[in-house]
């Protein structure tokens, strides 16, 4: 979450594999700091930060929790959350920088942050458990087993030793469905040298028996891109889109970001900063209708590393939500 942070702050994304501490100081040095206060402790870089937000410094003799709810009140948070604990204040300091106070917003306002990587689920307003937002389902073959969860990696592919497959419930999966206008959720993933099979990173809408649809990244082995194949199966209702593949961008192991939007007239992606690509629905697709989410059949990255979830987003959104 430290990460999450520093990004939104506008720093790089490559301190993801810092410590804390230097995470801290590198979130300092974006309110103009010195590289200095790499060997101050995690308490006082916290201050600094808070004071260099707009803060009072007498919060260099408070705890975590205070001083971070100091740093949310400088950028215009609400101070009631005083008595949340870290999780909590670390999510809203994010969306509030995202999308609220301290300057001009960097990218719209997140609904839910699920960060694998540091174990910290922010959905539906309030902290979570991994079990209060990824579950099983034998319906849509959702499963989950918590040790698939690795502390700093994420959580693990199928061809990566992983069994899960997510599905989406509770507070997160009420968040990706909260406005019948569709969805936007951007997935940071880690992918494979090797892909075995095609299923990156996506998520299915189901609503049993009328209709199924797959917004998903793949793989195209033969040509070696990212490409994007989606599918809309709505049965009683009727309609398809056109199935054939979008070429994204060339394909390259390591961090990746991917930003899918669902709308009831389009389904689109982007993919590492690449121009979107998006596909019409027709007839409109019943988001309001829609009431289970899954990550889909198989999932073949090495690590799901967070799942964002926003209102739906326009193309030049999406591009700026998926740089790297």
């Given at each position: 979450?430290?990460?999450?942070?520093?990004?939104?702050?506008?720093?790089?994304?490559?301190?993801?594999?810092?410590?804390?501490?230097?995470?801290?100081?590198?979130?300092?040095?974006?309110?103009?700091?010195?590289?200095?206060?790499?060997?101050?402790?995690?308490?006082?870089?916290?201050?600094?930060?808070?004071?260099?937000?707009?803060?009072?410094?007498?919060?260099?003799?408070?705890?975590?929790?205070?001083?971070?709810?100091?740093?949310?009140?400088?950028?215009?948070?609400?101070?009631?959350?005083?008595?949340?604990?870290?999780?909590?204040?670390?999510?809203?300091?994010?969306?509030?920088?995202?999308?609220?106070?301290?300057?001009?917003?960097?990218?719209?306002?997140?609904?839910?942050?699920?960060?694998?990587?540091?174990?910290?689920?922010?959905?539906?307003?309030?902290?979570?458990?991994?079990?209060?937002?990824?579950?099983?389902?034998?319906?849509?073959?959702?499963?989950?087993?918590?040790?698939?969860?690795?502390?700093?990696?994420g959580l693990r592919g199928l061809q990566n030793g992983g069994t899960t497959t997510p599905n989406y419930i509770g507070p997160l999966l009420s968040d990706m469905l909260?406005?019948?206008?569709?969805?936007?959720?951007?997935?940071?993933?880690?992918?494979?040298?090797?892909?075995?099979?095609?299923?990156?990173?996506?998520?299915?809408?189901?609503?049993?028996?009328?209709?199924?649809?797959?917004?998903?990244?793949?793989?195209?082995?033969?040509?070696?891109?990212?490409?994007?194949?989606?599918?809309?199966?709505?049965?009683?209702?009727?309609?398809?889109?056109?199935?054939?593949?979008?070429?994204?961008?060339?394909?390259?192991?390591?961090?990746?970001?991917?930003?899918?939007?669902?709308?009831?007239?389009?389904?689109?992606?982007?993919?590492?900063?690449?121009?979107?690509?998006?596909?019409?629905?027709?007839?409109?697709?019943?988001?309001?209708?829609?009431?289970?989410?899954?990550?889909?059949?198989?999932?073949?990255?090495?690590?799901?590393?967070?799942?964002?979830?926003?209102?739906?987003?326009?193309?030049?959104?999406m591009k700026t939500l998926s740089a790297l």
């Amino acid at each position: 979450m430290w990460s999450d942070l520093l990004v939104a702050l506008g720093g790089s994304d490559s301190y993801k594999t810092m410590s804390e501490e230097q995470m801290l100081a590198a979130i300092r040095n974006t309110y103009g700091g010195s590289v200095s206060a790499l060997t101050t402790s995690e308490s006082d870089l916290l201050a600094s930060i808070v004071g260099a937000a707009g803060g009072s410094a007498s919060v260099l003799t408070q705890d975590e929790e205070q001083m971070l709810a100091a740093l949310l009140s400088a950028l215009g948070g609400s101070g009631s959350a005083l008595t949340s604990p870290s999780e909590v204040l670390l999510a809203a300091i994010i969306i509030q920088r995202e999308g609220g106070g301290g300057g001009e917003p960097t990218s719209p306002t997140a609904k839910s942050i699920i960060d694998f990587v540091t174990g910290s689920y922010y959905a539906g307003g309030a902290s979570r458990s991994l079990t209060d937002v990824i579950g099983t389902d034998a319906e849509t073959g959702g499963t989950l087993d918590p040790s698939d969860v690795i502390g700093g990696f994420g959580l693990r592919g199928l061809q990566n030793g992983g069994t899960t497959t997510p599905n989406y419930i509770g507070p997160l999966l009420s968040d990706m469905l909260s406005d019948s206008g569709g969805v936007t959720v951007l997935f940071e993933i880690t992918a494979p040298a090797s892909p075995n099979g095609d299923a990156m990173a996506g998520f299915d809408f189901f609503n049993s028996p009328a209709w199924d649809t797959d917004m998903t990244l793949a793989l195209a082995s033969d040509t070696g891109n990212f490409t994007f194949s989606p599918s809309l199966s709505t049965g009683l209702i009727g309609g398809t889109i056109p199935p054939d593949q979008a070429v994204l961008t060339p394909y390259a192991a390591g961090l990746c970001r991917v930003a899918i939007t669902g709308t009831p007239d389009s389904i689109a992606i982007s993919v590492n900063g690449g121009n979107t690509a998006r596909f019409s629905v027709s007839p409109p697709f019943p988001f309001n209708l829609v009431n289970k989410a899954y990550f889909g059949n198989s999932f073949n990255a090495d690590y799901l590393r967070s799942i964002k979830v926003y209102a739906p987003q326009n193309d030049a959104t999406m591009k700026t939500l998926s740089a790297l």
